[in-house]
């Protein structure tokens, strides 16, 4: 009974102890397009859920993390089949490099983020090395973030914002532009 209580325990401690970020992801018209739920567990991975704007998980993301500020994201479509995966590596100014693949393994496409105070900034380049979109991010302290998301002319496609409290460390790529989430 005292080993049960205390698996109950540490399980209820690890849940509110727990990082977690809702983002509302719109698009270029203000209509919700679609939901997504952060959540950083106690070994620093991020799990990500999405959902369309009926609230049917559409997709999920696990983000770990590797030695030197670099992280794997394994991306999962709603029946759990492989999607296709990210590789992320931190530079020295604050940024990240991520190269994202297939569910095959092949070159799906890139981005480089760079960052300042409160702002992220972020290219995405197509397989070929064609710019294909952007996005800019500014986040606050109080752990809300607003995002613009453009294609590769720099028309407005659509916008997001997150509220709770973000997982930190570990940041969740963004597939690439034009891509489902």
Known sequence: MKMISLSILVALTATLSAETFREVVRD???????????QKSSDGSVQSVTRDASGRIIGTATTRPISGGSAQTTYRDASGRLAG????????????????????????????THKSTGTSSTQFRDASGRLSGSETTHGSSSG????????????????????????????????PAGAKK
């Open 28 to 38: 270029s018209s203000g209509r919700i397009a679609q939901t997504i739920d952060r």
């Open 144 to 175: 809300t973030a607003t995002s613009t998301k453009r294609d590769a002319s720099g028309r407005l496609i659509g916008s997001s914002s997150g509220s709770g409290k973000c997982p930190s460390g570990v940041r969740v790529p963004s597939p």
């Open 85 to 112: 995966s990210a590789s992320s590596q931190g530079t020295t100014s604050g940024g990240s490099s991520t190269t994202y693949r297939d569910a095959s393994g092949r070159m799906a496409g890139s981005a480089s």
